[in-house]
């Protein structure tokens, strides 16, 4: 390795990938995750004073975006999946509802048949007695 191989991947090693954003926006990030920061630190794996330092340098690690990006697809996907749930359960209980609704109606279709055929049975007893 030649002298300048050396150095330019010494300096290259010395120039850190970060992606500038600043603290509210992570602050943002975090909320339209629905992560506390300490939620944040556990699944990255690192300690709240490289957050802090991340911050005052308004410097991040480009993973922290990539995370913070799938936490907030997978906090929709989650909403999502309960919202379908709900409406679930919802037409379920309409379904049933409306069994027993129609159920309530076939019974008094027939009650309405038997109230029709007494009234028929009244009606030929009235005119034979007026006979």
């Known amino acids: 390795m030649t002298r300048d191989e050396f150095y330019s991947l010494k300096t290259a090693k010395k120039k850190k990938k970060t992606i500038e954003m600043s603290e509210e926006e992570f602050e943002l990030l975090l909320k339209e995750a629905g992560l506390t920061k300490k939620d944040f630190l556990n699944i990255v794996g690192c300690y709240e004073n490289n957050l802090y330092r991340w911050a005052r340098e308004k410097q991040y690690p480009p993973y922290i975006k990539t995370i913070l990006t799938w936490a907030i697809k997978a906090r929709k996907y989650e909403n999502q999946t309960h919202n379908?749930?709900?409406n679930t359960d919802e037409r379920q209980s309409e379904y049933e509802l409306y069994k027993s609704l129609k159920a309530?109606?076939?019974?008094?279709k027939e009650r309405i048949k038997e109230f029709k055929e007494l009234e028929k049975l009244y009606l030929e007893i009235l005119n034979d007695t007026k006979s």
């Not at 309530?104 to 008094?108: A, D, F, K, M, S």
């Open 84 to 86: 379908i749930l709900e």
């Open 104 to 108: 309530q109606n076939t019974n008094l």
